[in-house]
């Protein structure tokens, strides 16, 4: 019972929240240097102020920096300073910091400024100090590589950079978690402290103890162990109730230690005398060694089949198959199948013959038997036809897809087909004639053709519909219609021979023609006259009464003809007046003759209706106008309007709808200039000011100007892009025309980025000769990809890309059981459990996780082991969560704290026997897919051990689940990140003290599933992250017991409340907010 106290007393100090609650002042109370800042304070390096506070989070100054860093470094502040010249007219012998400031002067890690001052009051900001502790430790670094991973690293001053990278290089100074340096931001004494405290760390590194015997017993060691609790390099003498971690007295696979802290019989295999051994429940089954029926259903466990696979769990123990999986091996075949078939479970490919045992069935071979026609040649090796189709989760409601190629059999189930709708924003619902998802098909056999097809709902079949499969060509950023294709009115489908996969998709392709040929006609110059396209032009002119007082001699007539004489042959014109109503004298006609006898025949008298106006011209454009000729309404007035403002507004809509530029020009004094501007702008035209009658030839050259010799080059808002694309839409690559920009705004979207810098014109055309853009991000939408970053801020603003976020929010729905859900898109309405447990916070999975679905789960109940996980997929991204440690009741609390104490006594978990068995069925039902991993807490720990092994794929874990190793090293598929909150870490050092109840608990380092090479190096930086926050209990762990993260490990966020509430997932939604 002396070691179960121990082991109680481990438990209570390290994973309960009130025993780290040990603050000496209500400031430190809770606060996340509250350990450090003791330790700082136990060795008299850091005193309070005169009120007897320590202050940890006010702004540090260059004097109290100096002080702690001597003391820190050197043990002392007292220097013989006497030889020492003074040099700063603010810094004198009577000052507190007068040493501190000659010594770290002549040292040379610091300077005074210009003005012969040293300023030692003035606040220290965190390039500062970064320079200070570069100097003090030699640590500058001319490679700056590692300043571009943050986003604000323009902002720190080039005296800092080279200091700066180093600090980061070291990990003595870190950046913050949104991916920021805030190099100006003033440093606090708890952060001084830190930086400092790693600085000393850095320049006197502490050996890690070599591995303890694990029979050691009370009494003095033989090396000496580093209390991490105390800080620095104290030597513990003497060694208090160590553990025996893997005394079995029973033989049952269950330590002793376990034992007693569940209560089981650590001298009876069986506690419960349900047939399953202590060490079977606890480890493999996840029942309760207490209890014959864990769940009380009536059913001794050993007889229960938890996996329904037909095997209960006694077999399945006598078999080594794993009783919570029903795939032990991953080949498609569940483990009770496989034993009627009298095939392995253990084994993929019984026969070895480079066929999985399912696969065999699907070509008729026999799984048992390697050469199944006794030809000589191994099955695997036979050539076979396969079709490859969709998984369920990969459906869309419209169509479906499938494939069929010809290859050896062992390379047939390499062949995927997955919906990637929403993965690449080019390919979008808006395309003309969209149907359904695209697919993007890939596979490991080189092929020379495959035959694809794409069935469609018989719903859609109509006169006007006709499907085809379209190619993504990625290079080009260009959809194009495949050739050598066949319809299939009876089968509703489209088949075609292809030469290579890609990404493919079914459009109607009367849809997709009618935008292409009809919607818009891309400008050709005209090599005749330099110009775009043919123009129809109304002149519209003023014959209101007071037009004889502004222009008796009628020169606007004049300057009409004038107009008319710059038309090209092609062009034509058309001649009407207004005043309280609108005639046209000659309608839009190329014989200029005609047009010019028409401008002698205006005249007339009356008020001013431009209402009038705009309905005749508008008139004329619809019923004579030619679609192919750009078209102009020039309209002259000296006078006011007298008509309805939303009469104008609705026929200025019609014009803008059918791309029709008025240009305005206002004669005289007495006009409303404000109204004909808008005229102008809201159409894309221009306005223009005469004067006099005198200045109204100008004008109309002006006009001309616009109108015939530039009209496809006036960019007005200087944006890239040429009106004339702006108001009449903008063809990309995929049949979308993109409509709404607007020619006056060269951010129309706003988010930061011009029109021009979104929108690029293609230097090549389509297969018909016509010219498009290539879109780089959406100028109409201000997260093209919808991933919940701004294109501002996101570097692949078309790819969806899985943020920090997006792990937040899987780890957070981790928690919730979600099995009864598999196949479900997140999107839209969601199940009252996960409303439940979003309810109160600032995620909105309904929103942000649209077009995710559950591929996979495992739910975690009050009598089972516990273990909880959930994998989402989007396109080829898959995200997989393992849930964290939960207040409950039951077998689930026992191996949840059974879990956790093995996480801090061995540094694993037997959880992770269940997460690699996880990620192996996802990865060997996913081929060619991208791995993101993520959790919270124990979770989180899972995350970290699983990303070890598939980054590295060394494979060490003491409970590893073998099968899955193989699935790890062979399977085809990528790993991106791991990325942990709050995660629970490594123990490495070999004590736990604690200074006030004068207790040290001997944690002797143990291999664990990731190496204490692997977490004192930064090879995984870029491929393990975590994120913590300040003051919660498991990141106090850490510190108190030398505790390490794998990979890179940020600045902790800001928080308050508990140790507990600081711990929660929810906290991270604040930080990794909507951008």
């Not at 810094?91 to 210009?114: C, H, M, R, T």
């Not at 002793?256 to 005398?273: A, C, F, H, V, W």
């Not at 097809?453 to 006007?464: G, M, N, R």
């Not at 997460?915 to 993101?932: D, L, V, Y």
């Amino acid at each position: 019972m002396k070691k179960l106290s121990i082991c109680i007393l481990v438990l209570m100090l390290i994973l309960s929240q009130p025993s780290l609650a040990k603050a000496a002042s209500t400031e430190l109370k809770e606060h996340w240097a509250e350990s450090l800042m003791e330790d700082w304070m136990s060795k008299g390096i850091l005193k309070g102020y005169k009120d007897g506070k320590i202050y940890p989070d006010r702004s540090i100054t260059r004097a109290e920096f100096l002080s702690l860093l001597h003391k820190g470094f050197d043990n002392k502040n007292i220097y013989d300073t006497s030889k020492l010249k003074d040099q700063f007219k603010d810094v004198s012998s009577k000052n507190w910091y007068y040493k501190d400031v000659l010594q770290a002067v002549n040292e040379g890690f610091i300077k005074g400024y210009p003005n012969n001052t040293f300023q030692p009051n003035k606040t220290l900001t965190r390039q500062e100090a970064a320079v200070i502790l570069a100097n003090k430790l030699d640590l500058k670094e001319n490679k700056l590589d590692i300043l571009k991973e943050y986003t604000d690293s323009n902002t720190v001053a080039t005296w800092a950079t080279t200091s700066f990278a180093g600090v980061l290089n070291y990990s003595i100074l870190t950046g913050y978690p949104n991916k920021t340096l805030m190099p100006k931001n003033q440093l606090t004494r708890a952060e001084a402290i830190t930086l400092l405290d790693k600085a000393i760390t850095y320049q006197s590194p502490t050996t890690n103890p070599k591995p303890v015997a694990n029979d050691i017993t009370t009494g003095s060691p033989s090396s000496a162990f580093t209390s991490f609790g105390g800080g620095g390099s104290q030597t513990i003498s003497k060694l208090i109730n160590t553990l025996d971690l893997n005394l079995d007295s029973d033989k049952d696979d269950l330590p002793d230690y376990m034992e007693e802290l569940i209560g089981t019989d650590k001298k009876n295999p069986d506690s419960d005398g349900d047939d399953l051994t202590d060490g079977q429940e606890v480890n493999r089954v996840g029942t309760s060694p207490l209890k014959a029926d864990s769940d009380g259903n009536g059913i001794k466990d050993a007889l229960e089949d938890n996996d329904i696979d037909n095997l209960n769990n006694i077999k399945e123990m006598q078999l080594n198959t794993d009783p919570n999986s029903e795939d032990s091996d991953f080949d498609g075949w569940n483990d009770g199948f496989e034993i009627q078939k009298k095939t392995n479970p253990l084994n993929a490919d019984t026969d070895n013959d480079g066929l999985d045992d399912s696969i065999e069935e699907k070509f008729e071979m026999d799984p048992l038997n390697s050469d199944t026609n006794s030809n000589g040649i191994k099955d695997g090796d036979e050539s076979v036809v396969y079709k490859t189709e969709i998984a369920s989760y990969e459906s869309d409601p419209h169509v479906t897809p499938s494939v069929i190629i010809a290859s050896e059999a062992k390379q047939a189930n390499t062949t995927v087909i997955t919906n990637v709708y929403g993965e690449d924003a080019f390919i979008n619902k808006n395309i003309p004639g969209y149907i359904g998802a695209p697919y993007e098909f890939t596979t490991d056999i080189d092929f020379d053709t495959a035959e694809m097809t794409f069935e469609y709902d018989p719903s859609l079949q109509a006169s006007d519909f006709e499907p085809a499969i379209f190619y993504y060509n990625k290079e080009k950023q260009l959809l194009e219609k495949v050739s050598n294709q066949t319809h299939n009115l009876i089968t509703h489908s489209v088949t075609a021979t292809v030469e290579h996969f890609s990404t493919y998709i079914l459009l109607n392709n009367k849809k997709w023609d009618t935008v292409w040929n009809n919607e818009i006609r891309i400008p050709s110059v005209n090599p005749s006259n330099g110009r775009v396209r043919d123009a129809d032009i109304i002149f519209s002119i003023d014959v209101s009464s007071s037009m004889k007082d502004n222009d008796p001699k009628d020169i606007r007539l004049q300057a009409v003809n004038n107009f008319i004489s710059k038309l090209d042959a092609n062009d034509r014109a058309s001649i009407q007046q207004f005043s309280f109503i609108a005639v046209s004298w000659a309608h839009l006609t190329s014989d200029k003759q005609t047009v010019r006898e028409a401008v002698y025949s205006v005249k007339g008298f009356g008020g001013t209706d431009i209402y009038a106006a705009l309905e005749e011209s508008f008139n004329e454009f619809r019923w004579n106008g030619k679609s192919d000729n750009d078209k102009f309404l020039v309209l002259l007035t000296d006078g006011k309007g007298n008509d309805e403002n939303e009469l104008v507004e609705d026929m200025l809509k019609n014009f803008r709808e059918n791309h029709i530029s008025i240009y305005t020009i206002g004669l005289g004094s007495d006009i409303d200039e404000s109204n004909l501007k808008h005229i102008a702008s809201s159409t894309g035209g221009s306005y223009f000011y005469a004067l006099t009658a005198d200045n109204i030839d100008i004008a109309y050259e002006n006009v001309a100007k616009e109108t015939l010799e530039q009209s496809i080059n006036i960019d007005s808002d200087n944006d890239g892009i040429t009106d004339y694309y702006e108001l009449n839409g903008i063809p990309i690559g995929n049949g979308e025309i993109l409509k709404g920009l607007n020619p006056n705004d060269n951010d129309t979207d706003n988010d930061g980025i011009q029109d021009g810098k979104e929108l690029v014109l293609s230097p090549l055309t389509d297969l018909q000769g016509n010219t498009y853009f290539i879109i780089l991000s959406n100028p109409l939408i201000k997260d093209t990809d919808g991933d919940g970053m701004s294109d501002k801020y996101d570097s692949l603003p078309m790819i969806y890309n899985i943020t920090e976020r997006h792990n937040v929010l899987v780890s957070d729905l981790s928690y919730v059981n979600v099995q009864h859900l598999l196949g479900t898109n997140l999107g839209g309405i969601l199940d009252d459990n996960i409303l439940n447990r979003f309810k109160d916070s600032e995620a909105y999975p309904d929103i942000e996780l649209d077009g995710w679905k559950i591929i996979k789960a495992k739910d975690s109940h009050w009598y089972d082991s516990g273990f909880g996980a959930i994998a989402l997929k989007r396109g080829s991204d898959i995200i997989i969560a393992f849930r964290g440690t939960e207040a409950s009741e039951g077998i689930k609390a026992t191996n949840d704290y059974l879990n956790d104490a093995m996480i801090l006594l061995a540094n694993d978990n037997r959880m992770a026997y269940q997460a690699e068995g996880f990620i192996a069925s996802i990865i060997s039902n996913n081929p060619h897919s991208k791995i993101h991993i993520t959790g919270h807490s124990l979770g989180g720990f899972l995350a970290s051990v699983t990303s070890y092994e598939l980054a590295s794929l060394k494979l060490t874990s003491l409970v590893g689940n073998t099968i899955a190793y193989r699935i790890f090293e062979e399977g085809n598929y990528t790993f991106v990140k791991g990325i942990t909150f709050n995660a629970a870490p490594y123990f490495i050092t070999g004590f736990f003290t604690n200074p006030r109840n004068k207790i040290s608990i001997l944690t002797p380092y143990t291999p664990s599933a990731v190496t204490l090479a692997a977490l004192q190096k930064r090879e995984y930086d870029d491929q393990v992250e975590n994120y913590t926050m300040e003051g919660e209990f498991l990141s106090l762990v850490a510190k108190n017991t030398g505790g390490m993260r794998l990979g890179r490990t940020y600045t902790p966020f800001p928080s308050t409340g508990t140790m507990m509430e600081r711990h929660a997932i929810s906290n991270f939604y604040e930080y990794f907010h909507l951008k």
